[in-house]
């Protein structure tokens, strides 16, 4: 025995209708970003050592202790690199000169064979043959003056710092 007269389609309906009359549980929008922006996650040590150091270096007042550190470190570097320095002389001289002796000889290669491509392609009989007396080439030289001038007056335009009249940034 049942007291319930309505059929279960219609018992459905009742009920979908009712619980969308109920309010709202939910939060509104932008709860989870306020909520977000109260946690504080903690920083690894190396990090919070690294801040504490970076601020007692930059107080005015350690700036003597600073240059002391570094003038000891200094001394010391020097003290135990010199002797070294004068042991191993004749071979950090053998090996200076061979490396200067290899780059200048690659040098010397990379030279030669551009110079022989441009006796080869005919580059240098183009060359001969520009007529230096004639307007073209100070044309040419004063078009490309004039360029080089422009984009450097683009590039001032476009870095140069902001003024009151521009609109700064949204991030």
């Keep these: 025995m049942t007291y319930n007269d309505l059929a279960d389609s219609e018992l459905d309906a009742r009920v979908i209708r009712e619980l969308s009359r109920l309010p709202s549980l939910s ?6 970003h306020r909520v977000m922006s109260r ?3 903690p920083q690894p040590r190396a990090v919070v050592l690294f801040h504490r150091a970076r ?3 930059s107080e005015p007042r350690r700036a003597l202790v600073l240059a002391g550190g570094y ?10 690199l010199l002797p070294w320095l004068f042991r191993n002389s004749a071979a950090i001289r053998v090996a200076t000169d061979w490396v200067s002796v290899q780059v200048l000889g690659a040098l010397r290669d990379w030279s030669l064979a551009l110079a022989g491509w441009t006796v080869t392609s005919g580059l240098t009989d ?3 043959s520009l007529d230096l007396g004639g307007g073209q080439l100070v044309l040419a030289g004063g078009l490309l ?4 001038a422009a984009c450097a007056l683009g590039l001032h335009f476009l870095l140069r710092a902001p003024r009151g009249t521009n609109a700064p940034v949204q991030a």
């Design 39 to 41: 946690v504080r996650l």
């Design 55 to 57: 601020s007692w270096a």
């Design 71 to 80: 003038a000891v470190t200094a001394t010391a570097a020097l003290a135990l």
């Design 126 to 128: 183009w060359f001969r």
């Design 145 to 148: 003056t004039a360029g080089y």
């Design 27 to 32: 939060p509104r929008s932008g709860f989870s």
